[in-house]
């Protein structure tokens, strides 16, 4: 496959993170195809978000799908009788929503499938991160395993292969990769509890995340804030 014609899944939350792995994936030549999902997060916002970075960077297609992971709750950002935190926690926090990435990677999975595409992109970090178990290279690594031997494209031997080019970064590092890949942070939502326009509370664990890493980078944070 040549590199004109290479095909990936994105998954695209509407935040930082995946805005700079989708802006990486078209800069090194994918057709990308962008998953987005509307899980009964608390807020909606990132959707927007979603859609308008997918727009700006070219994806091919973009899809929405609609889950309803709020039907189990168990999550400050599925259960709105949790509140969000808004201190430091100690172990896995609160606003850990159970088994969110291996739901959206399965999909994930099926499109690419679908669209004889090789590879799936994800933002997942473990460096600068809240600590969510399914963020770690182990978990993608067990996960790409059983990726190749639950799908037809893997069984027949078109491997399909995970891509976290984020893994290893820190907050600074991933936004200096995104501004030199054209990405507009401006259109991003990182917030766990940003309200209907998208402004940021700046006092959740992810608000503090990101604005530590545009300090760090040196970059002026354009984050809106409420």
Known sequence: MSAT??????????GL?????????????????????????????ELNAARAVALAHGAVDHKVVRLSLNDFGGSALTDHSIDVPETLEEGIPITYVPARNTVFLSLALGWAEVLSANEVFIGVNAVDYSGYPDCRPEFIQAFESMANLATKAGVEGHKLSIRTPLMQLTKAEIIRMGIAAGVDYSLTVSCYQADEEGKACGRCDSCRLRAKGFADAGVVDPTRYQ
Not at 5 to 14: H, I, T
Not at 24 to 42: M, N, P, V
């Open 17 to 45: 993170d995946s805005a700079t792995v989708l802006a990486t994936a078209k800069a090194q030549g994918y057709e990308c195809y962008a998953l987005s999902f509307d899980y009964g997060q608390r807020q909606i916002s």
């Open 5 to 14: 014609n290479k095909k990936a899944v994105v998954l695209v939350s509407g």
